[in-house]
Each structure stands twice: as structure tokens, then as C-alpha cells.
């Protein structure tokens, strides 16, 4: 990497590299995430771990973002979830209001999908909090990617898991911000 003088490294906005993936299917949950933190063209880490579970292993999150506001966001959840336990939605609402109503949160830089093994939910700083129609959900620079792949491939892939590790591979082919160095985690469902 040659220094440029002129490139600001401390600008999140200039950070990519983050491809989330969640798919819910046939009695299970995953959430996986590539491992790949990018500061413009240039690869700052191969093996981050953006994916992460809360509440005693009951919830599945990964972030794209900012890494220390995603931390940060991840205590709040972790905090609204002790408040609301078995209320998946409710603790996402009311960190999704926390975070657009409050002036330090509303200046996080991150986007969350958190699941349990009902719910799927896409969490972002304007206040949304979005439950996928098809129970397939991505955020990130690879996001799209990922998520038009597990749509391709949902009809002929039975196993969440297996799905979701094909469209993260995918992603990782054409995205210049993903790798294949993945993180995954799963929850059996109720359904």
C-alpha cells in the first residue's frame, strides 16, 4: 500500500468490506458473515468477526458498519433484550428508537440483522426495523450480492446453512469487499 496524504483513514465512510448474510429455512436460522474490513482499495484486515450471539446464544446478530458503533449498538441490544427478554421485536423497536431519537446513538455508523429463532429483523439508524418477506436478509457492501444469490438458490437449497455459505461464496466472487473467510452462527427454529 503506498501512503496517500490526501486519503482520510479515519473516515468510517470510507470503510467497506462487510457482507451479512441471514437465512431462515426449514427449521433453522444462520446468520454468517465474511471477515474482510476494507479502508478504501486497500484490505485492512482478512479475518474480522462480524457475527456475533447475544442473550445466552437465543439471538444471532452481524453488523456492517463501523466496528466500535456496531460494539456499541450490540450493548444496547444486549440491554433491551435483558429488559424484554423472549420479545425479540420489542427490544429491536426500542433500540431502533433509542438510536434514532438520541444524539450520540443517532451518530452510529452500522447496520444490525439480528435474529432468534422466530424473528429476523434488519435493524438500521434511521429507525427501521425491516422483517424480510422471504426470510433471507443482507446488509453490507457484498449485501446485495449475497442476498439476489440466496434468492436464486432458495428453491433448490434445502439446508439454511448450506445456502447461505453458496450465496456468501458468490458474493466473495464478484464483491471486491467480501472474502470467504466466514463466520457463522445458527439457532434450530420453531418452525
Not at 443482507?138 to 450465496?167: F, P, Q
Request: charged share 20%.
Amino acid at each position: 500500500m503506498i501512503y496517500n496524504p490526501h486519503h482520510d483513514y479515519a473516515d468510517a465512510s470510507q470503510w467497506r468490506g462487510t457482507t451479512i448474510l441471514s437465512v431462515r429455512k426449514n427449521g433453522k436460522v444462520v446468520v454468517v458473515g465474511d471477515g474482510q474490513v476494507s479502508a478504501g482499495n486497500t484490505v485492512m484486515k482478512a479475518s474480522a468477526r462480524k457475527v456475533r450471539t447475544l442473550a445466552g446464544g437465543n439471538v444471532l446478530t452481524g453488523f456492517a458498519g463501523a466496528t466500535a458503533d456496531a460494539f456499541a449498538l450490540l450493548e444496547r441490544l444486549e440491554a433491551k433484550l435483558e429488559q424484554h427478554p423472549t420479545q425479540l421485536a420489542r427490544a429491536c423497536v426500542e433500540l431502533a428508537k433509542d438510536w434514532r431519537m438520541d444524539k450520540y446513538l443517532r451518530q452510529l455508523q452500522a447496520m444490525m440483522i439480528v435474529a432468534d429463532k422466530n424473528e429476523t429483523f434488519i435493524l438500521t439508524g434511521n429507525g427501521d426495523v425491516v422483517q424480510p418477506d422471504s426470510g433471507i436478509a443482507a446488509i453490507g457492501s457484498g449485501g446485495n450480492y449475497a442476498l439476489s444469490a440466496a434468492l436464486a438458490m432458495n428453491d433448490y437449497e434445502e439446508d439454511a446453512e448450506t445456502l447461505a455459505r453458496k450465496a456468501m461464496a458468490i458474493a466473495d466472487r464478484v464483491c471486491v469487499f467480501t472474502n470467504g473467510n466466514l463466520t457463522l452462527e445458527s439457532l434450530k427454529t420453531d418452525t
